[in-house]
């Protein structure tokens, strides 16, 4: 996929292009109902693309701390993307100054560079200076560029919205089936295993320290039951009890995320996992001692290999 990083107006472009326009943090149900109607509407002379902002405004303007995270990075949006036939990714710079930009500007003079033939969006869709503008008003601005706009509907669940905002709420509060359900496939982050203190096998659980997810929301402190993949060309998959949190039993001092692989005997060091969330299995707690922390820890697995029939 072609990658193109927008600071303001975005470069001129030559060939014709299908466009949806969002975020997608994390290609829930709701982006995947925009991706497939791009790939319907798209002919073979088409460039599927995606225009996609880097920071949520709520972040960007207001500084609200519950905005800053992702479900996904850069990265992860690509690759998916990708595997939805996207050719093409506009990162889109969104900063103060940019959020300056009136609805006239955005498509008269950004979008028209595009040479846009179609624009997808949701139907809560709003843009321009001070949310001005909705996706009637950008239908609308579109015709002076000679560009159709479809509106596509939102996708319930359970008689609510899929979006972004209530599927970090989800992760944040250790609801991983409820994760799970909005975004069509299990929460993940991923990072490089780093060496960490090497507890873990000192108590008899080595574990993987997953580094480099400052960016992800926070998953809920606590045991959860999931799958490790090793990044590579043809994909490894390990059933894991995972710990996120503080580790108060053991004075830790930030948020951690390990993965325990039940059956396996090695490392990855300095290697790329991912680590996908399936089930919360018990908050994080602070135990009385190491010996109650290391029974607690038999019982998680017995646990673990219950569910899993192993």
């Avoid at 829930?28 to 109607?37: A, D, F, P």
């Avoid at 179609?118 to 560029?145: M, P």
């Avoid at 039993?249 to 969330?277: C, H, M, P, R």
């Avoid at 707690?285 to 820890?297: A, H, K, P, R, S």
Wanted: glycine residues 10%; aromatic residues 10%; proline residues 3%.
């Amino acid at each position: 996929m072609e990658m193109i990083e927008v600071q303001g107006q975005p470069p001129h472009n030559s060939e014709s292009v299908v466009l949806i326009i969002g975020k997608m943090d994390g290609v829930h149900l709701g982006h995947q109902s925009l991706l497939k109607e791009a790939e319907r509407l798209a002919t073979e002379e088409d460039k599927i693309a995606v225009y996609g902002f880097s920071d949520h405004p709520k972040w960007v303007l207001r500084g609200d701390e519950s905005f800053k995270y992702s479900l996904s990075t850069i990265e992860d949006r690509q690759a998916r993307l990708e595997q939805f036939g996207v050719d093409r990714y506009y990162h889109v710079h969104f900063t103060k100054e940019y959020a300056k930009t009136s609805p006239e500007e955005f498509v008269l003079k950004h979008l028209n560079q595009l040479n846009v033939r179609h624009v997808i969006v949701g139907e809560d869709f709003r843009f321009g200076k001070g949310r001005g503008s909705d996706a009637e008003g950008l239908a609308e601005l579109c015709r002076e560029i000679g560009a159709d706009v479809s509106i596509v509907s939102g996708v319930m669940l359970h008689d609510r919205k899929v979006s972004s905002t209530d599927i970090r709420d989800h992760v944040s509060q250790g609801r991983m089936e409820a994760a799970q359900a909005m975004l069509g496939r299990p929460f993940e982050i991923t990072g490089v295993v780093e060496k960490g203190e090497q507890l873990g096998r000192q108590l008899g659980f080595p574990t993987l320290n997953v580094g480099g997810i400052g960016d992800y929301v926070k998953v809920k402190p606590g045991v959860y039951l999931g799958l490790v993949k090793k990044v590579q060309e043809a994909p490894e998959y390990y059933y894991t009890l995972i710990s996120a949190g503080y580790r108060p039993t053991v004075n830790g001092d930030s948020y951690k995320v390990e993965a325990y692989l039940l059956d396996f005997s090695g490392d990855f060091y300095g290697q790329k996992v991912t680590v996908q969330f399936l089930r919360h299995m018990r908050d994080e707690e602070n135990f009385d001692g190491m010996d109650v922390l290391i029974e607690q820890m038999h019982q998680d697995e017995k646990n673990a290999r219950a569910i899993l029939g192993l």
